[in-house]
């Protein structure tokens, strides 16, 4: 009896000893959502810090020769007159929509004739900045990254360094400029789209008198609203395009990391726009 009843002390105490080494093994919950929370804002910070480095190395060779004024026109090419279409078609039935929701909207209170004018300063003002970045951030961004990405997976931009060129200069400085000039203009394609939709809608469908629209519209809308939407358009366009490169530059990986690259080009470029438009927009209604 006394035998069993050591045995059973025993067995009772290497199960519960095992329980306590299994325990100690078994990570804490709460330590590891803290250790996961930690590890993603130390990488985000890292990866703020790269992207820091990365736009200041632009500024550097933007001014350094030689000059690379022919990639530069293939790229404002490719940004610019590749995305007019899908520029013009979103343009176009933005403003017809936006044309119909006012008029119903100020038709209750008898403002109808104020459509021209509401339209014309949403578009100047924000959509057409806005959308065309998105627009420009889907296409060009996630082109930029994935050629750029392509380029680095097959070594080839360990190539131009052997051979003493710059990757940042040929390929960077050349997409970020175009970038930024292109989106002003693709901006203003897509304001004056919109502003025709308006009207044709506004005038020719839901007849409103065509003095009156422009009437409202002379008095209402001012140059001021006007370069608002250009200076987001130019910040919009440099940020897309150095978000789209500095993508392109991180690739890792193959074929795998190409297409990472480029989703987190994109989808960076969409966020970036829209939060850099808050800012934008608090600061230029106080100046303008």
């Known amino acids: 009896?006394?035998?069993?009843?050591?045995?059973?002390?025993?067995?009772?105490?290497?199960?519960?000893?095992?329980?306590?080494?299994?325990?100690?093994?078994?990570?804490?919950?709460?330590?590891?959502?803290?250790?996961?929370?930690?590890?993603?804002?130390?990488?985000?910070?890292?990866?703020?810090?790269?992207?820091?480095?990365?736009?200041?190395?632009?500024?550097?060779?933007?001014?350094?020769?030689?000059?690379?004024?022919?990639?530069?026109?293939?790229?404002?090419?490719?940004?610019?007159?590749?995305?007019?279409?899908?520029?013009?078609?979103?343009?176009?039935?933005?403003?017809?929509?936006?044309?119909?929701?006012?008029?119903?909207?100020?038709?209750?209170?008898?403002?109808?004739?104020?459509?021209?004018?509401?339209?014309?300063?949403?578009?100047?003002?924000?959509?057409?900045?806005?959308?065309?970045?998105?627009?420009?951030?889907?296409?060009?961004?996630?082109?930029?990254a994935a050629q750029i990405g392509t380029m680095k997976v097959t070594e080839q931009i360990d190539a131009l360094e052997v051979m003493g060129v710059d990757a940042n200069q040929y390929l960077a400085v050349p997409r970020i400029l175009a970038g930024t000039i292109a989106l002003p203009i693709l901006t203003i394609i897509h304001g004056f789209v919109g502003n025709l939709g308006s009207y044709l809608i506004g005038t020719k469908v839901l007849g409103i008198d065509e003095v009156m629209y422009f009437s409202k519209l002379s008095q209402l809308m001012f140059l001021e609203d006007f370069f608002q939407g250009i200076i987001k358009a130019f910040f919009f366009g440099f940020i897309i395009a150095c978000i789209g490169t500095y993508h392109g530059f991180s690739v890792s990986g193959g074929a795998e990391g190409v297409g990472k690259g480029t989703n987190l080009a994109v989808v960076w470029g969409m966020i970036t726009v829209l939060v850099v438009d808050f800012f934008l927009t608090s600061f230029l209604v106080h100046i303008l």
Not at 26 to 54: C, E, H, R, T, Y
Not at 123 to 128: F, I
């Open 1 to 144: 009896m006394h035998y069993i009843n050591i045995f059973s002390l025993n067995w009772y105490n290497i199960y519960f000893m095992e329980q306590s080494i299994a325990s100690a093994r078994k990570p804490n919950f709460l330590k590891k959502i803290v250790q996961s929370f930690g590890s993603f804002v130390i990488d985000d910070i890292k990866g703020l810090g790269d992207f820091a480095l990365f736009t200041i190395k632009f500024f550097y060779w933007s001014v350094k020769p030689p000059f690379r004024v022919k990639l530069g026109f293939d790229q404002l090419f490719f940004i610019g007159n590749k995305s007019v279409f899908i520029v013009c078609l979103t343009g176009a039935f933005t403003g017809m929509v936006m044309a119909y929701q006012m008029y119903y909207g100020s038709k209750l209170i008898s403002m109808d004739t104020f459509v021209g004018p509401i339209v014309s300063m949403s578009l100047a003002r924000e959509l057409s900045p806005v959308l065309t970045g998105l627009i420009v951030a889907g296409r060009a961004g996630a082109a930029m």
